[in-house]
C-alpha cells in the first residue's frame, strides 16, 4: 500500500476516517478519488496494538499501543488487551472469557462489564476511547487538522448494545460516529464489490489470531443521497444496513467461534516441540516461561515461514549442551492442522445452509485475518465455495480501508477512478535488463485475460522473480510497481531452456490475478493485486501524455535493451563455440570472428550507443560466425558419433 499523502481537495477540509476498532489491533484509513490508504504513525507503523496501560496507584494511561504490548508481561494486571471482547456485554456474558484476561473484570451498573486497575473502575468504551483518541490524534498529525468524523467497524454478529457500546467509544474519544459497518461489509467494500454486481452476493471468510468468522452478504450500491455530515441511521443487530447514501449490505448469515484462530496453531507447535524435546532429553524437563516465551515466538515464525516455504528449520538451544533440532515440512504442519481448517470449513457450510444458499450463489469470496495465509485454508475456503478467494488487499489492512471507502461515500468523494469497465493503465511485467513486457494494454475491457511465454537468462537459474508492473512507458524505472512475487524450485536447466508461462487475468471487479507456471516442472506461484488503487483520474492522464511525449526515447531505450540482452547471449554462444572448435578453424577467420565480438561488446557497453548501428553490428557478427556454429556443430555430432 502507498503511503498517504496529505489531501489537497476541498473535500477533504473536514475529513472523514474510517476506523478498523480491533479485538487485537486497530487501524485508521481514509479515501479521496485515488482509493482508500492506511494511515501510518510517526514511525510509518500501520497497527496499532489494542491495549492500553493504567498507572494502579493514580488510574492515568500509561502506555497505548505498542509499548503497552510490550511491557504487557510485567504489568499483568494493568494491561487492558482485547477489551472488544467485553463492549456492551454484561458481567455474567463474559464468564467464558475470564480465563484468558489476566486483569480484572468487575461488575458495574446494570450488570454490565467493567474493568477494574488498583480503585479505578472503566468502561470498556472508555478503554476503547483511549485506542481511538490514539488513531484520532495519528489522523490529526497526518492532515494537520482536527479531525471530528468516523466510520468504526464492528463485527456482523454484534449486537444493539455492542454496537450503541462501540458508538459511545467514540463520541468519549470526540468522534462523530456517521455509521458502524459490519466488518465483513467493510472487507467487501474496499474490494468495491458493492459497485460491480447490481446486487452481490459475498462471503467473507475471517480467520485471525483468536477469533474466526464467516459472513455471507448482500451488497447493493445506492447512489448517495446522504449530504457529506449527515448522520445515518445505526445499523441493527441484524446488519441492514440502509440508509444514506453508500452501500446497503445485508447480512444474509453469520457463523464463527470467538475463540479459533492462529493462535490455535502456535499452541499445536508449541505441543509438538515440547513433547519431542521432553521425549530427547528426558520426561521431567521443565518449561520456565522464558523457555515457554521462546517456543511461543519460534512456534509462530515456524509457522509463517511454511505458509511461504515448502519446509522450515527449527533450533532450540536448550543449554547444558541440549540442542533440539528439527526440519519440519509444510506437509507435515498441514497433517497437524487439517482438523482444525475443517472447523472453519464446518462454518463455511453452516452459514451457506442457514443463508439458504448454495456455494454456486457466491460470487466473491473475500480473505481477512492473518491467518488466511496459511496455504491449507485457502485451498480448503477455494474448495468449498469453488472459486479463488480474494487475498489482494493486506489481511491485516483490509477491514480498515474498507471503513474508509464507506467514509468517502458519505463524505460525497467520487471513487469512480476505481470503477472503470477497461483498464486504464497497461500492465506487464520487468524483463531483463529492465525493460517493460507489457501483457494487456491499456484501454482492454475488462474482464480480461492474456497470457505469454518467457524463460530465464541464466544457466542453471532455479527461481524467476517476477515483477508486476502499470504504466505506459517502456522502461521500469518510468512505471509503478504493483508487486513482485517469485517462482521457485525450477529445475537448473540451460538458460532459454524453462518455458515459463505467465498470465494476467483481470477480473469484473478490476482484481489483477497474476500467476507463473513452469511448464516442465509444473511449478507455479502467484500474487493478487488491486492495480487501481492508489490513482487518480488526472494522474492517469498525466502518464498518458508522459508517454506520448518520451514515446520515442522510449523505444529506443527498450531497443537498446534488447539489443544488449541479444547481443550478450550470442556472444556467451560464440565464445563456447570458440572454446570448443576454435583450434580447428583458421588464424584468419578467428580473428575475424573476435574483431566482430569486440565491435558488438563495444556497443553493449557504451552508455548510449547509436542503436541502428548497433543493430548492424549484430547482425554482422550473427551473419560472420554461421561458419563458426556450423563447425560447433559438426564437431559436437562428430564427438557423439553421428557422423561419419
Ligand atoms: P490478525 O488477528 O488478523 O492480525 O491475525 C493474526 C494471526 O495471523 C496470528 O495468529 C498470526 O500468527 C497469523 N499470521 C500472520 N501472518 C501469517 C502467515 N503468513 N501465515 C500464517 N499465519 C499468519
Known amino acids: 500500500m502507498s503511503q498517504a499523502t496529505p489531501p489537497a481537495s476541498a473535500a477533504q477540509a473536514d475529513p472523514i476516517v474510517g476506523i478498523d476498532l480491533g ?217 441492514g444496513n440502509s440508509g444514506g447514501g453508500g452501500s446497503i449490505d445485508q447480512v444474509l448469515a453469520t457463523a464463527g467461534d470467538t475463540h479459533l484462530g492462529g493462535d490455535d496453531v502456535d499452541q499445536m507447535l508449541i505441543a509438538l516441540f515440547q513433547g519431542e524435546i521432553q521425549k530427547q532429553f528426558g520426561a521431567g524437563l521443565a518449561f520456565p516461561p522464558a523457555t515457554l516465551q521462546a517456543l511461543r515466538t519460534l512456534a509462530e515464525a515456524t509457522k509463517i515461514r511454511l505458509s511461504e516455504n515448502e519446509s522450515g528449520a527449527v533450533e532450540i538451544d536448550l543449554g547444558g549442551g541440549r540442542l533440539y533440532k528439527r526440519t519440519i515440512t509444510r506437509g507435515e504442519l498441514e497433517a497437524m492442522i487439517a482438523p482444525w481448517v475443517e472447523r472453519t470449513i464446518d462454518c463455511c457450510r453452516r452459514v451457506l445452509r442457514s443463508a439458504k444458499l448454495g456455494p454456486g450463489d457466491i460470487q466473491r469470496v473475500v480473505m481477512v485475518g492473518g491467518s488466511t495465509r496459511i496455504p491449507l485454508v485457502r485451498r480448503r475456503v477455494a474448495e468449498v465455495f469453488g472459486s479463488e478467494p480474494y487475498t489482494a488487499l493486506n489481511h491485516d489492512e483490509v477491514v480498515a480501508l474498507g471503513a474508509a471507502v464507506q467514509a468517502s461515500i458519505l463524505a460525497g468523494i467520487n471513487r469512480d477512478m476505481l470503477l472503470l469497465d477497461v483498464i486504464p493503465l497497461s500492465l506487464g511485467i520487468e524483463t531483463m535488463g529492465g525493460a517493460v513486457a507489457k501483457l494487456i494494454v491499456a484501454n482492454s475491457t475488462i474482464p480480461c485475460r492474456a497470457r505469454e511465454n518467457f524463460s530465464t537468462y541464466v544457466d542453471g537459474q532455479t527461481s524467476v522473480m517476477i515483477h508486476v508492473l502499470q504504466g505506459e512507458r517502456e522502461l521500469v524505472k518510468d512505471c509503478r510497481s504493483l508487486g513482485r512475487f517469485e517462482l521457485k524450485g525450477v529445475p537448473p536447466m540451460p538458460a532459454g531452456l524453462p518455458k515459463i508461462e505467465v498470465t494476467f487475468l483481470v477480473d469484473a471487479n478490476g482484481i489483477l490475478n497474476v500467476s507463473a507456471i513452469e511448464k516442465r516442472s509444473e511449478k507455479s506461484a502467484g500474487i493478487q493485486i488491486v492495480p487501481n488503487h492508489g490513482l487518480s483520474r488526472d494522474e492517469v492522464r498525466q502518464i498518458e501524455a508522459q508517454s506520448l511525449a518520451h514515446a520515442r526515447e522510449d523505444m529506443t531505450a527498450h531497443r537498446l535493451i534488447d539489443l544488449r540482452n541479444q547481443a550478450r547471449l550470442d556472444i556467451r554462444a560464440i565464445e563456447r563455440q570458440l572454446a570448443k572448435v576454435g583450434d580447428a578453424i583458421d588464424a584468419e577467420y578467428r580473428d575475424q570472428v573476435a574483431a566482430s565480438v569486440a565491435k558488438v561488446k563495444g556497443f553493449v557497453d557504451a552508455a548510449a550507443p547509436d542503436a541502428d548501428a548497433f543493430a548492424k553490428a549484430l547482425t554482422e557478427m550473427d551473419h560472420g560466425t554461421v561458419r563458426l556454429a556450423e563447425t560447433a556443430i559438426r564437431k559436437t555430432l562428430q564427438d557423439e558419433g553421428l557422423t561419419g
Not at 496501560?53 to 482485547?82: H, I, K, L, Y
Not at 483518541?133 to 479531525?147: D, I, N, S, W
Open 23 to 239: 479485538t487485537t489491533n486497530s487501524l485508521v484509513a481514509w479515501c479521496d478519488e485515488r482509493g482508500p490508504r492506511i494511515i501510518p504513525d510517526a514511525l510509518g507503523r500501520s497497527l496499532l496494538p489494542s491495549v492500553v496501560r493504567f498507572n494502579r496507584g493514580t488510574g492515568d494511561v500509561e502506555a497505548v499501543g505498542q509499548e503497552a504490548r510490550t511491557e504487557a508481561v510485567r504489568f499483568p494486571r494493568e494491561t487492558v488487551f482485547s477489551v472488544k471482547r467485553l463492549m456492551g456485554r454484561g458481567r455474567d456474558d463474559v464468564d467464558a472469557e475470564l480465563a484468558y484476561l489476566p486483569y480484572e473484570v468487575v461488575r458495574g451498573e446494570n450488570d454490565t462489564a467493567r474493568v477494574r486497575v488498583g480503585e479505578r473502575v472503566f468502561s470498556p468504551p472508555e478503554v476503547s476511547a483511549i485506542i481511538l483518541a490514539k488513531l484520532r490524534e495519528r489522523a490529526e498529525a497526518h492532515f494537520g487538522r482536527p479531525v471530528r468524523r468516523a466510520v468504526i467497524t464492528v463485527p456482523a454478529y454484534f449486537d444493539d448494545a455492542q454496537r450503541q457500546a462501540t458508538r459511545d467509544a467514540g463520541r468519549i474519544a470526540g468522534l462523530e460516529v456517521l455509521r458502524i459497518v459490519n466488518e465483513p461489509t467493510a472487507a467487501a467494500l474496499a474490494y468495491n464489490l458493492d459497485q460491480r454486481h447490481a446486487d452481490a452476493t459475498v462471503a467473507v471468510f475471517d480467520l485471525g489470531g483468536g477469533t474466526f468468522d464467516v459472513s455471507i452478504l448482500r451488497l447493493q450500491h445506492a447512489p448517495t443521497e446522504t449530504k457529506p455530515g449527515e448522520v445515518a441511521p445505526a445499523t441493527g443487530a441484524s446488519g
